[in-house]
């Protein structure tokens, strides 16, 4: 489904970099000729970086979809160390060709976001998702369920940013934070979600349905009470009695 993306083709993020090395490069260019090339280098790898185009979103209500570009480097079952409850982990990796804005998985409102500090170390390693610098969002679908999504810094990312607050409502596919530079992003699903990638895939944001997660049905009705046997019998009974009393009326009435 096509939806109007209200965020610019080349993200806000990466304009104060873009405007720099483009002063930068003229600037040399015009003092030193071809010792400008590494100042252009920069500039164009910063237009690239920096792209944040607009995207169908799926709207199958049980996809939980890819919050970013990148390629998969986890996919098992685990402990989602925010909630501190069993889950499905699905992590993508991205490095710094891909598309680095962070989109809404699913419609969800936001629990909680928790910030932690930590180190740098490359994104591409297991330990990254707790020993790095890491943002969480903590939210609840339409459909009540939980789920986890977490920006992860990496070995050149050294900014997280997330735009959204607890209480905030988040729909598919809308941008809610940005990772400067090569990072990961963890997904802690229920254990009954449906991994629909598999370990090296390479994943599109927002396109790329990492796994479906079953709606719940509602809660099944109390049971109505149950009729035991004597209330049953002493219900018969009644009824025989009933029987009898009526047809000695009708006869005494003929």
């Known amino acids: 489904m096509n939806r109007l993306y209200p965020h610019p083709i080349i993200a806000r993020e990466g304009w104060p970099f873009i405007g720099g090395g483009l002063v930068l490069s003229l600037l040399v260019s015009a003092c030193c000729g071809w010792w400008s090339l590494p100042f252009w280098i920069f500039t164009v790898f910063a237009l690239q970086f920096f792209r944040d185009p607009a995207r169908e979103i799926p709207q199958d209500p049980e996809a939980i ?14 402990r989602d160390p925010y909630r501190d409850t069993e889950a499905l982990k699905i992590s993508v990796f991205m490095n710094v060709f891909n598309v680095h804005s962070q989109k809404s998985p699913a419609d969800c409102t936001v629990t909680a976001v928790e910030y932690n500090k930590g180190k740098f170390l490359n994104a591409d390693l297991d330990k990254a998702s707790t020993e790095n610098e890491r943002n969480a969002v903590l939210a609840t679908t339409a459909s009540g369920r939980e789920i986890t999504f977490v920006q992860v810094a990496g070995l050149v990312a050294r900014r ?19 990772i400067r530079f090569g990072s990961r992003v963890d997904m802690y699903l229920p254990v ?3 991994a629909q990638v598999a370990i090296g895939d390479k994943v599109t944001g927002v396109r790329t349905v ?14 109505t009470k149950t009729t035991s046997a004597a209330e049953v019998a002493q219900s018969e009974i009644e009824a025989a009695a009933d029987k009898v009393r009526n047809a000695s009326e009708q006869a005494l009435k003929d």
């Open 210 to 223: 990492l796994a479906r997660l079953p709606i719940q049905a509602p809660e099944a009705a109390a049971p």
């Open 160 to 178: 997280i940013l997330c735009y959204t607050k607890v209480g905030e409502k988040l729909t598919r596919g809308e941008r809610y934070g940005f």
């Open 65 to 78: 979809l890819s919050p970013v570009d990148g390629r998969i480097v986890v996919v098992e079952r685990a």
């Open 192 to 194: 009954d979600a449906q």
